[in-house]
């Protein structure tokens, strides 16, 4: 069975996708983990008690979710990639990728532990 799981993470995007069998996970990949701030950017101010917002890494722990066999991010903007840190507490079994297009819409994958070397603390 497949599972998507569409994270309401306030500003931003992230997507898990899983495929279950009896229950159990046989893979799982997340697309994007959101913003590092689940108040709007836009609309700053209290979260309202009432909201379903969750960051993706704590969504992923709610789950149970303990290893991600892909990570991908699909831009370097701070409503996409910057929850990545409290998604990094998962396995990251076969590494995270960022996936980016070069001037004539060819995709290419780069691995994200190399970019985010590059880019330093």
Do not use: W
Not at 14 to 36: C, K, P, T, W
């Amino acid at each position: 069975m497949l599972a998507l799981d569409f994270i309401n993470v306030g500003n931003g995007d992230s997507i898990l996708i899983r495929e279950l069998e009896n229950g159990q996970q046989r893979y799982a990949l997340m697309v994007d983990f959101g913003h590092d701030c689940l108040v709007r950017d836009d609309h700053p101010g209290e979260l309202d008690p009432r909201s379903q917002r969750i960051y993706a890494g704590d969504f992923l722990r709610e789950l149970g979710v303990e290893r991600l066999d892909m990570a991908l991010t699909t831009h370097f903007h701070r409503d996409h990639i910057g929850g990545l840190g409290r998604v990094l507490d998962v396995d990251l079994n076969k590494g995270a990728y960022v996936i980016q297009f070069d001037g004539m819409g060819t995709p290419r994958s780069i691995s994200l532990r190399a970019k985010l070397e590059k880019i330093g603390p």
